[in-house]
């Protein structure tokens, strides 16, 4: 089930040492931009996926600085990334929607702090000045105009003090500044008729210098990359399939898979109908059945192969009990789930995050997996499928099905035999090492499976089941 997002760190009360963002002298390089992901070499670090997103969409480096770490986990079940003036967090334990935080930095940082701008207001001190009750403190002037000109509530948070004059160390002269939840504003006459009147301090930076746990992830890296993809199509499928295609490919994307992790599909998140999913065709003991769900197989397919594909360690893959269509006829290649018993795990085992892109387009009927992180120089190579034991199916199966409309009659299911198949994939590392990786699938026969409606009187030459309760 889902947990509520975790937006607030554990760290101990921390002085406040004041570190002014001044304004570029000269404009800074230009990201290496990708679909996905930017790599700012001036620092050596990766914005990626919904970070990336969110950063694009509210200021950029004017309002959250540059990268100052890759992406991390914390140790608190959280994966973090520090900007100079701002901490993003990732928590993969919710919806996708939710997963995507900023710490409250300014109010961690001010913690404690008893100067009487920080006392919480009845009211404005000023009438001209917006009043925020939820905070207890106003906003107004240059202050105000950049708050509300930068999507001010969503990304720094309710005013926490009123303005009030603060030394700065670094600089050697006092600033009028003003905090929020996520931000310092300071402002600086020298600026005046420029973009740069209003900076944000650098609590990121102030607050990293502080975080033994992000001491690895300073390191500069090299620009991010596409290790693996794999796409399937679903032309042929219901709208009911295709809806739960769609909502657990929105559940999987953005997620990141740390160092050493092991991802499990159906550790993913809720596929229940009260997190969308509807019911929809699926093979259940052999047979087509309607379970809340259906096409999920095709998802934990689907990535199984932008895995395989990229040279990462699978650790749990069950294959179909029958040869599918959906997926290009790849014998031996695909992975079945059925949460939670039946499951699809892979693990880590690179030096870097690994970010998963799922997108799904209905203009092409077509789902994709991307996996994105640093490459190790491993190269994958496949040799297969060879199939053995051919075994044909029996009997046409047919099955009422009292929601279908009177005399109607649906084939689900064409015929077709068992086979038992090995594909093998061997991956080779840069410094020549080899894994070789056996994927055996027993599939069994299948018979040409239809479902009937009101009315209508199966054949004599087939094999009548009962209908699912």
């Known amino acids: 089930m889902y947990r509520p997002a975790v937006l607030i760190i554990a760290l101990l009360a921390l002085a406040v040492l004041l570190v002014p963002a001044a304004p570029p002298a000269v404009a800074a390089p230009a990201a290496q931009q990708s679909d996905a992901f930017a790599f700012y070499p001036q620092t050596g670090h990766n914005v ?59 109010a961690i940082l001010t913690a404690g702090r008893s100067e009487p701008a920080f006392a919480w207001l009845a009211a404005a001190p000023d009438p001209a000045r917006s009043f925020f009750t939820q905070s207890g403190h106003s906003l107004g002037g240059a202050f105000g105009w950049f708050w509300q000109t930068h999507n001010g509530l969503s990304v720094f948070g309710y005013p926490i003090s009123e303005e009030f004059q603060e030394w700065n160390e670094t600089a050697g002269q006092v600033y009028l500044v003003q905090y929020f939840e996520r931000a310092r504003f300071e402002y600086h006459p020298e600026n005046v008729g420029t973009p740069y009147e209003v900076l944000i301090g650098s ?5 990293l210098d502080r975080d033994p746990s992000a001491v690895a992830a300073l390191a500069p890296a090299h620009p991010v990359e596409l290790l693996g993809q794999a796409s399937t199509g679903f032309s042929t499928s219901a709208s009911e399939r295709i809806t739960n295609i769609t909502r657990a490919s929105e559940m999987i994307d953005g997620y990141v898979v740390p160092p050493g992790t092991e991802f499990s599909f159906a550790g993913v998140g809720d596929f229940s109908e009260a997190n969308g999913f509807v019911d929809g065709y699926a093979i259940v003991s052999g047979r087509i059945e309607k379970v809340v769900g259906g096409g999920l197989c095709q998802v934990s397919t689907t990535l199984f192969r932008a895995v395989s594909n990229a040279g990462l360690q699978v650790t749990r893959r069950i294959g179909h009990s029958h040869v599918v269509f959906f997926y290009e006829n790849i014998l031996g290649f695909d992975a079945t789930v059925y949460t939670p018993d039946v499951d699809f795990r892979w693990r880590n085992d690179s030096p870097s995050p690994i970010y998963i892109a799922g997108t799904v387009d209905l203009s092409t009927s077509r789902m994709t997996f991307q996996l994105w992180g640093l490459s190790d120089g491993r190269t994958v190579a496949y040799d297969g499928p060879y199939p053995k034991n051919w075994t044909k199916p029996s009997l046409p199966t047919w099955q009422f099905d009292p929601t279908l409309p009177k005399g109607a009659v649906r084939q689900l299911v064409h015929g077709r035999s068992g086979v038992d198949v090995n594909y093998y994939r ?38 009548v089941v009962p209908p699912k309760p």
């Not at 992406?71 to 967090?89: I, K, M, N, P, T």
């Not at 609590?203 to 607050?207: S, V």
């Not at 299948?446 to 199966?458: A, L, N």
């Open 48 to 106: 990626g996926m919904q970070i990336k997103q969110y950063f694009d969409a509210n200021g950029g480096l004017d309002v959250f600085g540059l990268p100052l770490t890759e992406l991390f986990a914390d140790g608190s079940g959280l994966q973090v990334q520090y900007f100079e003036r701002a901490r993003f967090e990732l928590n993969p334990t919710v919806a996708p929607a939710q997963r995507l935080g900023l710490t409250r930095l300014g």
């Open 203 to 207: 609590l990121g930076r102030q607050i």
């Open 426 to 463: 061997t991956v080779t590392f840069a410094d020549g090492r080899t894994r070789r990786d056996t994927y055996y699938t027993h599939y069994t026969p299948w018979e040409d499976f239809f479902i009937y409606g009101p009315g209508v009187t199966p054949p004599s030459n087939v094999q």
